[in-house]
């Protein structure tokens, strides 16, 4: 409930001070919906992903599951997490009451299983997000440079992420040999070194069918892709220096990355800062304003969780606890 709480706290002092700094700028939502319909694309293209990466998650699931699983009902178990991760902020996630639902489509999969092809399915999804951006940064280097020498911080930074994201694909399709030398050097690194070489075993582990893993990365580059269309669409109409969208590639997905650390809700406030100071290294002043039009289309647009949420059987949200901690478990 304290880390809840200071959550709220945090968004509400940051978004309260980027207002009265003027950085803020709440009508352009007014004017995006009176001036254009690039909000309805946006929000349409938004749910037509959010039902596309339930397919990667199948993905996973099956390649341990044998039982049948109903592409609709995963539609909805997705939908509830995407509902749950923006309206219930803290320790019971949307991901966690998500797995209480989906341990009734194959009682058989074992929980740590489950908890793993969540944290995994996010994974391929930010793999697939950097991948994109290292490649869009190839591509537009000199034009960025051309726009802003500011840029000249930011692109090496997303040129390492980029070979990290190609060491992980390579990985994934390693030999025996060369996998134990990873788990092995893994358990050398300090802090993380134990849940690193957990990752990458399950990884491996799913990773065993190479075709579904294959093919949940494809589906990762085309949801990422649509992703910032949708920032882009919603944006564009506000945009001070004209910038086509593989540019966005080039800091964009830096900010999404940001935000997925769950410092506040949502990212509320703590997106709206971070996107201010990245598009003002294009030359754009109002960053948290143009943020600010994703952010409402996102939220907006995952309340639709509420409805399979309603219409699904009822589980008590305790149960949850069940998963806690499991993704540290050697079972």
């Known amino acids: 409930m304290l880390k809840t709480l200071a959550k709220f706290l945090i968004a509400a002092i940051l978004i309260g001070w980027l207002i009265n700094s003027g950085k803020l700028d709440l ?15 946006a929000s349409l293209l938004f749910i037509f992903q959010v ?24 539609i909805g178990l997705t939908w509830i997490g995407q509902f749950f991760n923006t309206f219930l902020p803290g320790a019971v996630t949307g991901d966690l009451i998500k797995l209480v639902y989906a341990k009734d489509l194959d009682p ?3 929980k740590t299983f489950l908890v793993m092809s969540v944290f995994i399915d996010r994974i391929l999804g930010l793999v697939g997000l950097i991948f994109l951006t290292g490649i869009f940064t190839l591509v537009n280097y000199q034009e960025m440079i051309a726009l802003s020498p500011k840029m000249k911080t930011l692109l ?6 980029f070979l990290g994201s190609l060491v992980f694909l390579v990985s994934l399709f390693l030999p025996k040999k060369p996998r134990e030398l990873i788990l092995f050097l893994c358990e050398k690194v300090p802090v ?25 990365i494809l589906i990762s580059l085309v949801l990422q892709y649509g992703n910032i269309w949708v920032f882009w669409l919603v944006t564009e109409p506000f945009l001070e220096v ?3 969208i593989g540019q966005l590639f080039t800091f964009i997905p830096i900010g999404l990355i940001s935000i997925a650390v ?8 703590v997106g709206h800062l971070i996107f201010d100071e990245l598009f003002k290294l294009v030359n754009i002043k109002g960053g948290a304003s143009l943020f600010n039009l994703y952010f409402i289309i996102i ?15 009822k589980h008590d949200l305790s149960e949850t606890s069940e998963f806690e901690g499991l993704e540290d478990s050697k079972d």
């Open 27 to 41: 009508t352009l939502v007014k004017r995006l919906i009176s001036d254009s319909n690039n909000w309805i694309y």
């Open 192 to 216: 993380i070194g134990a849940k690193l070489k957990k990752t990458f075993e399950q990884v491996w582990l799913i990773g065993k069918n190479k075709k579904s893993i294959i093919l949940a």
């Open 262 to 269: 769950p410092i506040s809700p949502a990212g509320l406030g």
């Open 299 to 313: 939220v907006c647009s995952n309340l639709i969780g509420i409805f399979p949420y309603l219409f699904s059987k």
């Open 108 to 110: 058989k999969l074992p």
């Open 156 to 161: 090496p930074f997303n040129a390492i992420l």
């Open 51 to 74: 039902s596309l990466s339930s397919v990667r998650w199948r993905l996973i699931l099956k390649t341990k599951s044998k039982e049948y699983l109903p592409y609709r009902k995963l």
């Open 242 to 244: 004209s910038v086509p």
